[in-house]
C-alpha cells in the first residue's frame, strides 16, 4: 500500500522532497507541517493528505480534508468527486453524494464518473429508468470503461419493460470487449442468461469466469479482487454451474416429450414472470395428462397474471381435474361458484364440488359443507346435516368445527340440547389455543 501512495505521490512536485522511505503517517505529518508553513492554501495538498487517511482508512479525516478543499476551492472537482464517493461508499448518505456528482456536471457536464455515480445511486434505489439515463451519459463521454457497459446492462435488465434481449446482450459483451478479463462482465451475464433461459450460454460464460478467478487466486495478495470476494464468487458460479448442467438436461428430457420435465420447464419459466412461456410448456405436459400443469393453468387463468383473466377458461381446467378427484380443483371450483367469481354464481353447484372434496377427507370443504347446511344456501337446510359435517371436520382436527358443533349442542340446533356435550367440544376446541371457545367457555363458567 505504501508503495501505491508513493506512486500517487510522484504527481505532485510540492511534495517529493518528502518521498524517503517513510511510511504514510510520516508523510502526513509532514504535509501537514509543509501545509502550515509554506502553503497553508494548498488545495493539491489537502486532496492528498485527504488521499493518505483513505488509504489508512481513516474516512472521518478524509472527509475532513475534502471539506477544508471545498472551504477553498468550492468548484474544485476533485475533491467534490471524492467527497461523493466517500458519502456513498463509507457513510451511505446517497442524498449528499447526489448532490455532489450534480455540482460537477453542472462544472463538467463530460465528467463521466460523475454520471456513472449518479447511476449508481439511482440503480441502488431501484430507479432503473434514471440510472440508464446517467449511464448513457457517462458512456457517451468515455465510451473505454467497461463497468458502466455492465451496470447499464444490468439497470436495463431490472428495468423490466423496453430493452431487448439483445440490447442487454450488447452491453455485457462490450464490457467484456473492452476488458477480456473482466471477470464480473461474465459472471453477471451468465446470471442474466439463466433468467433468460439460455443454459448452454450462461455455462460458458461461468466456465470463463470461474478459469479468471483460478487465476486471480494464484496471484495472492497482488490479486486485484479480495481472496474472500474471489471465493464467494467460486462457490456461486460452481452453484449455477449445476443449475445450468441440470435444466440442459431437463430441457432435452422436455423436448423429447417427458411431461413431467415440461412441467418443470413451465415452472421455472412462471417463477421468472414469464406466463406466457410458462403457458406453453404446461400445454404441453396437460396434453400427456400432467396434472399439475393442468393445476397451473386453471390458477393462471384465474388469477389473470400475466394474461386476461378468464373464469370460464379456468373452471375448465379445474374440471378436468376435479372429476378424477383432484380435491385442491374442487375446493376451487367449489368457491368460483359460492362467492360469484368472475359472474358465476351457482350455490348449489358449489355444494356438489364442496361435498366431493369433503368425501376425500378436506377438513375445510367439510366444514363448509357443513356450513352450506346449516344457512340453507344452495341447499335445504338442515341442521341435523350441518352437524354430520361439522362431527366429521371436528374429528378431523378443526377447532373452528368443534366450536360449531359445541354451539350446536349449546342451542340444541339438530339435537337435543346438552351443555355438557357442549362444554366437551369446547374444551377440544380451545386445546389448541383457539380463542373463540375459550370465551364460549368462560361465559359458560360464569
Given at each position: 500500500m505504501i508503495e501505491a501512495v508513493l506512486e500517487t505521490l510522484k504527481r505532485f512536485p510540492d511534495v517529493q522532497a518528502f518521498l524517503t522511505n517513510k511510511n504514510i503517517s510520516t508523510i502526513i505529518n509532514d504535509v501537514?507541517?509543509?501545509?502550515?508553513?509554506?502553503?497553508?492554501?494548498?488545495?493539491r495538498m489537502l486532496n492528498m493528505l485527504?488521499?493518505?487517511?483513505?488509504?489508512?482508512?481513516?474516512?472521518?479525516?478524509?472527509?475532513?480534508?475534502?471539506?477544508?478543499?471545498?472551504?477553498?476551492?468550492?468548484?474544485?472537482?476533485?475533491?467534490?468527486?471524492?467527497?461523493?464517493?466517500?458519502?456513498?461508499?463509507?457513510?451511505?448518505?446517497?442524498?449528499?453524494?447526489?448532490?455532489?456528482?450534480?455540482?460537477?456536471?453542472?462544472?463538467?457536464?463530460?465528467?463521466?464518473?460523475?454520471?456513472?455515480?449518479?447511476?449508481?445511486?439511482n440503480?441502488?434505489?431501484?430507479?432503473?429508468?434514471?440510472?440508464?439515463?446517467?449511464?448513457?451519459?457517462?458512456?457517451?463521454?468515455?465510451?473505454?470503461?467497461?463497468?458502466?457497459?455492465?451496470?447499464?446492462?444490468?439497470?436495463?435488465?431490472?428495468?423490466?419493460?423496453?430493452?431487448?434481449?439483445?440490447?442487454?446482450?450488447?452491453?455485457f459483451n462490450k464490457a467484456i470487449e473492452l476488458d477480456h478479463r473482466y471477470i464480473d462482465g461474465y459472471y453477471y451475464k451468465g446470471k442474466y442468461l439463466i433468467d433468460k433461459s439460455e443454459y448452454k450460454e450462461a455455462r460458458i460464460n461461468f466456465q470463463i469466469a470461474s478459469q479468471l478467478i483460478r487465476q486471480e487466486r494464484k496471484k495472492g495478495s497482488s490479486a486485484t479482487i479480495p481472496q474472500k470476494e474471489l471465493q464467494s464468487l467460486t462457490e456461486n458460479i460452481n452453484n449455477y454451474l449445476k443449475t445450468c448442467e441440470q435444466f440442459e438436461a431437463l430441457y432435452?428430457?422436455?423436448?423429447?416429450?417427458?411431461?413431467?420435465?415440461?412441467?418443470?420447464?413451465?415452472?421455472?419459466?412462471?417463477?421468472?414472470?414469464?406466463?406466457?412461456?410458462?403457458?406453453?410448456?404446461?400445454?404441453?405436459?396437460?396434453?400427456?395428462?400432467?396434472?399439475?400443469a393442468q393445476y397451473r393453468i386453471a390458477e393462471i387463468y384465474s388469477s389473470g397474471r400475466g394474461v386476461q383473466k378468464n373464469i370460464i377458461e379456468a373452471i375448465k381446467w379445474y374440471k378436468k381435474l376435479a372429476v378424477n378427484g383432484h380435491q385442491r380443483s374442487q375446493l376451487k371450483l367449489g368457491t368460483?361458484?359460492?362467492?360469484?367469481s368472475g359472474g358465476v354464481h351457482d350455490p348449489a353447484e358449489a355444494l356438489k364440488w364442496y361435498k366431493m372434496a369433503a368425501e376425500q377427507g378436506s377438513t375445510r370443504a367439510q366444514t363448509i359443507?357443513?356450513?352450506?347446511?346449516?344457512?340453507?344456501?344452495?341447499?335445504?337446510?338442515?341442521?341435523?346435516?350441518?352437524l354430520k359435517w361439522y362431527k366429521k371436520a371436528a374429528e378431523n382436527g378443526s377447532s373452528l368445527a368443534r366450536t360449531k358443533v359445541g354451539d350446536m349442542y349449546y342451542t340444541g340446533q339438530g339435537q337435543k340440547q346438552s351443555y355438557a356435550e357442549a362444554k366437551k367440544w369446547y374444551l377440544k376446541a380451545a386445546e389448541r389455543g383457539y380463542f373463540m371457545p375459550q370465551i364460549k367457555l368462560g361465559d359458560m363458567y360464569y
Open positions: 501537514q507541517n509543509r501545509m502550515s508553513t509554506d502553503f497553508p492554501k494548498s488545495t485527504a488521499y493518505f487517511e483513505y488509504k489508512l482508512e481513516d474516512y472521518d479525516k478524509s472527509l475532513l480534508y475534502r471539506n477544508k478543499v471545498l472551504e477553498i476551492d468550492p468548484d474544485n472537482r476533485t475533491a467534490l468527486y471524492s467527497r461523493g464517493n466517500l458519502y456513498m461508499d463509507k457513510f451511505n448518505k446517497l442524498d449528499k453524494a447526489k448532490q455532489d456528482y450534480k455540482k460537477i456536471l453542472q462544472i463538467d457536464d463530460y465528467f463521466s464518473g460523475a454520471s456513472f455515480r449518479l447511476g449508481s445511486i440503480k441502488r434505489r431501484r430507479n432503473y429508468r434514471e440510472a440508464i439515463k446517467y449511464y448513457n451519459a457517462a458512456i457517451k463521454h468515455y465510451p473505454f470503461e467497461p463497468e458502466y457497459f455492465l451496470d447499464r446492462a444490468i439497470a436495463k435488465y431490472f428495468s423490466g419493460v423496453g430493452y431487448e434481449y439483445e440490447s442487454v446482450i450488447d452491453d432435452e428430457k422436455a423436448k423429447n416429450g417427458d411431461p413431467d420435465a415440461q412441467y418443470s420447464i413451465g415452472q421455472s419459466h412462471e417463477h421468472q414472470g414469464k406466463i406466457l412461456k410458462a403457458l406453453k410448456w404446461y400445454q404441453e405436459a396437460s396434453n400427456k395428462g400432467q396434472s399439475d368460483i361458484y359460492r362467492f360469484k359443507t357443513g356450513d352450506m347446511y346449516y344457512n340453507g344456501n344452495g341447499v335445504k337446510q338442515s341442521y341435523q346435516s350441518a
